[in-house]
């Protein structure tokens, strides 16, 4: 039998998910590949982007970031090229275009730029001192930032914009957190839980406004304060922006691929041009987006195999991921449905002594979604039950009390 030629890979973007799918290629022996080559538009090789809260928090070094050793990519023939992001795709070419006009072919090209924070659509968000919280040049920038100024403004009061918040609380500036919804965390947490959450973090010196909404930020050519929608004015140094995440799929979209929000891809990754797949957070399945690092790394192992020409079929399957705010000191654990519907049940528990509460939905005796406050660590065994689809009719009284009470009943 002839030895398969190798083909050349180029992967678009290397944050965490294009890493994951380099780790399993290179894990697949004979995976066909030669070279790969990586366009970063980083100045530094992916890095865990998840720990970039821990470093603005002061709780991680910067440099406990990274993912592999630069020996990595030499031992696995894979060539990195940093701070130079693709501009163009030239799919009749093959071939890709970086801002300083560098060309690179491909046989098959992998689109991996993951996302940006969502604009406001306000006056003044184009103002120095307005910024998003996505890689570390923005968080080397915010701690220089809280080291010569003392108030910032976060606007956006899920995970992200809570952990920024915290960060900068903690780097010693007055922080102002605003939030549209009624309560903090609404997507996860009903109102009792928000409330809960609201003051612990109102105890350590934040102030929060929810039922808010920016409408202007004002300054000259620094942003000097955010007004908001009954005309206050909150003064400030700083905005961060952490209202949602927009796909980066400006390069497919311009390149004539089939896009929606993101970029469309099947459940084997693959685009409307064979030669040319996607995943992570500049990719979508049907109507569904990602969010979180999980689904990524599920995808990339599907890529692998898809890559490798795998005769399995392996397929992308979104399952409940569970996550969790990474705020030393308050606890929170969530997976599954967040909101109740029609069909849903929806089971809370609160224990004010301890401050701790619960919050479960179930559907016909199953499991849906749980969000634990306080106490999280049962929370990857209620995952489990979510994903497995569990009867939990035996243990059903004894759910809010965590894994050893449900399992001794059931
Ligand atoms: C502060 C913070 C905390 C988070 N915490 C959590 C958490 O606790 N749990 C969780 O599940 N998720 C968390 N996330 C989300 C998680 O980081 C993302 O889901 C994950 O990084 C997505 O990976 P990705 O590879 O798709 O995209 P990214 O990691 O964003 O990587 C995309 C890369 O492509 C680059 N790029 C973009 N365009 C181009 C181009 N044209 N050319 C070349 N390169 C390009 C980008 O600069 C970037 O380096 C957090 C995110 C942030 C910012």
């Known amino acids: 039998m002839t030895p398969r030629q190798p083909q050349k890979l180029v992967i678009c973007g290397h944050g965490m998910v294009a890493q ?10 004979d995976h066909g590949f030669d070279p790969i080559v990586v366009l970063s538009g980083e100045p530094a090789p992916a890095y865990n982007r998840i720990l970039l809260s821990s470093v603005l928090a002061g709780e991680a070094p910067a440099d406990s970031l990274a993912l592999q050793s630069a020996d990595w990519f030499e031992r696995h023939r894979i060539r990195c090229r940093q701070g130079d992001p693709v501009v163009g795709i030239d799919r009749q070419r093959r071939q890709v275009v970086t801002a300083s006009g560098h060309e690179e072919s491909y046989d098959r090209l992998v689109l991996a730029t ?9 006056p003044g968000e184009d103002l120095s001192g307005v910024m998003g919280f996505r890689d570390l040049r923005d968080t080397e920038r915010l701690i220089r930032i ?27 500036m007055a922080v102002t957190l605003l939030h549209r919804a009624s309560h903090l965390l609404n997507r996860q947490l009903d109102a009792v839980g928000g409330e809960l959450l609201a003051r612990a973090l109102t105890e ?45 799929a400006e390069l497919a979209r311009d390149a004539g691929l089939a896009c929606g929000r993101a970029i469309r891809v099947d459940d084997r990754l693959r685009t409307s041009d064979p030669a040319i797949f996607a995943l992570g957070e500049c990719c979508q399945i049907g109507e569904h987006t990602f969010g979180l690092v999980e689904p990524g790394y599920q995808q990339a192992d599907v890529l692998a195999r898809v890559l490798t020409g795998d005769h399995h079929q392996h ?6 991921v569970a996550t969790g705010l990474k705020i030393s ?3 929170i654990f969530s997976c599954g449905q967040t909101e109740a519907d029609g069909d849903t049940e929806s089971l809370v528990w609160q224990d004010h002594d301890s401050n701790r509460y619960c919050r479960f939905l179930i559907r016909n005796n199953r499991l849906t979604g749980a969000v634990l406050f306080g106490e999280t660590r049962d929370g990857p065994w209620y995952a489990e039950r979510i994903r497995q689809g569990d009867d939990i009719a035996a243990f059903r009284a004894n759910l809010a009390f965590g894994r050893a009470y449900c399992e001794a009943a059931a």
């Open 20 to 29: 994951r799918l380099l780790e399993q290629l290179a894990d697949l022996p």
């Open 114 to 122: 993951g996302s940006r924070p969502a604009s406001l659509g306000l």
């Open 146 to 172: 809280s080291q010569r100024n003392r108030r910032a403004v976060v606007i956006g009061g899920g995970f992200l914009g809570l952990e920024a918040a915290e960060g900068l609380r903690r780097r010693g």
């Open 204 to 248: 350590r010196g934040l102030t929060i406004r929810t039922a808010t909404k920016p409408v202007a930020l004002l300054g000259n050519r620094r942003v000097r304060a955010v007004q908001l929608d009954d005309d206050t004015l909150v003064s400030t140094d700083l905005v961060v922006v952490a209202a949602g995440i927009t796909p980066n």
């Open 315 to 320: 397929r992308f399957q979104a399952t409940q």
């Open 329 to 331: 000191g308050i606890p």
